[in-house]
């Protein structure tokens, strides 16, 4: 039976409404909820940035015991650019996306959602939004109108738009 509720976030205010919305749904239709967050490797600095500024990020950043001395950086995207070579930058995403769902795990749970599971995950955004949902047995997916992309004129984000498209659950789509 598909008892379960999947949302996905990206750490964008959207993304937090989804949750909290997600958080809702389970309490009241007493389902199981799953947070995913997929890792952020192929965001821009800039969207990063904008992210950190949100989110406060950098702070986490900076008190991290793999930091390398960037706690001076005014910004994520400069520390993310002063970070040298692809494991450095790997760990940067790789904190960045534990923190995030660390967040909608805490905001969900407050919100009496129930059974949570978590997961984060390296891959394309829907492809692993739509993997978990299998897994995970989930009939419902809750997702943000638009999450972190540039072109917020854009209706339904690209990664809405595929989820909605390649699949026969209920998904719910949170502005």
Same mark, same amino acid.
């Given at each position: 039976?598909?008892?379960?509720?999947? #949302?996905?976030?990206?750490?964008?205010?959207? &993304?937090?409404?989804?949750?909290?919305? /997600?958080?809702? +749904? !389970?309490?009241?239709?007493?389902?199981?909820?799953?947070? +995913?967050? *997929?890792? +952020?490797?192929?965001?821009?600095?800039?969207? @990063?940035?904008?992210?950190?500024?949100?989110?406060?990020?950098?702070?986490? @950043? /900076?008190?991290?015991?793999?930091? %390398? &001395?960037?706690?001076?950086?005014? !910004?994520?995207?400069?520390?993310?650019? %002063?970070?040298?070579?692809?494991?450095? =930058?790997?760990? *940067?995403?790789?904190?960045?996306?534990?923190?995030? @769902?660390?967040?909608?795990?805490? !905001?969900?749970?407050?919100? &009496?959602?129930?059974?949570?599971?978590?997961?984060?995950? %390296?891959?394309?955004? %829907?492809?692993?939004?739509?993997?978990?949902?299998?897994?995970?047995?989930? &009939?419902?997916?809750?997702?943000?109108?638009?999450? @972190?992309?540039? +072109?917020?004129? #854009?209706?339904?984000?690209? #990664?809405?738009?595929?989820?909605?498209? /390649?699949?026969?659950?209920?998904? *719910?789509? *949170? =502005?």
């Amino acid at each position: 039976m598909a008892d379960r509720i999947l #949302v996905a976030t990206d750490g964008s205010e959207t &993304g937090a409404r989804a949750v909290a919305c /997600a958080a809702e +749904l !389970s309490d009241k239709l007493h389902r199981g909820l799953s947070i +995913l967050h *997929v890792q +952020l490797h192929a965001r821009p600095s800039i969207e @990063l940035t904008r992210l950190a500024e949100t989110e406060h990020l950098l702070d986490h @950043l /900076a008190r991290a015991p793999h930091s %390398a &001395g960037h706690s001076s950086a005014s !910004s994520l995207g400069a520390y993310y650019e %002063a970070t040298k070579g692809a494991v450095e =930058r790997a760990w *940067v995403i790789e904190a960045i996306g534990t923190e995030i @769902l660390a967040r909608a795990c805490t !905001s969900a749970a407050d919100a &009496g959602a129930r059974d949570i599971r978590s997961r984060v995950a %390296a891959g394309d955004y %829907a492809d692993e939004i739509l993997d978990m949902a299998e897994a995970e047995g989930a &009939g419902m997916i809750v997702l943000g109108r638009r999450g @972190l992309g540039r +072109l917020r004129e #854009v209706l339904v984000g690209s #990664v809405t738009q595929k989820v909605l498209h /390649a699949t026969d659950r209920t998904v *719910v789509i *949170v =502005r």
